[in-house]
């Protein structure tokens, strides 16, 4: 009797609680605009691209002064192996896969939403536009997926074609 009446009693609080928000005495509700300025993905086809670009040439200074210190001089020898960024190919298949950038990424503008969001380790999100666009050339390059000269935007990205473009099964259809 004594544990059904706690019972009751939980479930009574419980659904009392469910029915009435938690208010925790800080933040506040979200504008508009909000919501819009973390919509910073990029799809696969390129959607979500913004303007801008960036050459291999820009990329390689970048990428001494922001990249080298954790991922190597040429993103071959970093600190931590897993942090490689260039070489592996035709290892996926391997007991010694390497998965980088050239051997593993299916997508180039997978790689210019990665660089976006998440680098550099110390400050994510503050690289402009123009360069993630001249780190992923860059990168793309040390890979040789794209030659000497080459520059990024929206429109030349999404045509890269990766090494591994093929090795993932698609879960969903196509958007095109």
Same mark, same amino acid.
């Given at each position: ?14 659904? $009392?609680? $469910?029915?009435e ?17 973390? &919509?910073?993905?990029v ?5 979500? +691209? ?17 990249c080298?210190?954790c991922?190597?001089?040429?993103g071959?020898?970093?600190?931590? *192996?897993? +942090? ?7 290892? +996926? ?8 950038v ?6 180039a503008?997978?790689?210019f939403?990665?660089?976006r ?5 110390n400050? *994510? ?7 993630v ?8 390059? +040390? @890979?040789?997926?794209v030659? &000497?000269?080459?520059?990024l &935007? $929206?429109g ?7 090494? @591994?473009? @093929?090795?993932?099964v698609?879960v ?5």
């Amino acid at each position: 009797m004594r544990c059904s009446a706690a019972l009751a009693a939980f479930v009574v609080l419980a659904g $009392a609680a $469910a029915a009435e928000p938690q208010r925790l005495g800080f933040g506040r509700p979200a504008t508009p605009q909000e919501p819009g300025a973390a &919509d910073i993905d990029v799809r696969a086809d390129g959607a979500g +691209l913004p303007p801008g670009q960036g050459s291999v040439e820009q990329g390689a200074a970048l990428f001494a002064s922001t990249c080298a210190a954790c991922h190597g001089e040429r993103g071959e020898k970093p600190l931590i *192996p897993a +942090l490689r960024l260039t070489g592996g190919r035709g290892t +996926l298949a391997t007991p010694g896969a390497v998965q980088t950038v050239g051997s593993y990424w299916p997508y180039a503008t997978t790689l210019f939403d990665y660089i976006r969001r998440a680098m550099p380790f110390n400050a *994510p999100e503050s690289l402009t536009p123009d360069q993630v666009y001249a780190v992923t050339a860059y990168l793309l390059r +040390l @890979n040789g997926i794209v030659p &000497d000269g080459t520059v990024l &935007d $929206a429109g030349t990205l999404p045509r890269v074609q990766m090494p @591994n473009r @093929n090795g993932f099964v698609g879960v969903y259809a196509p958007s095109h």
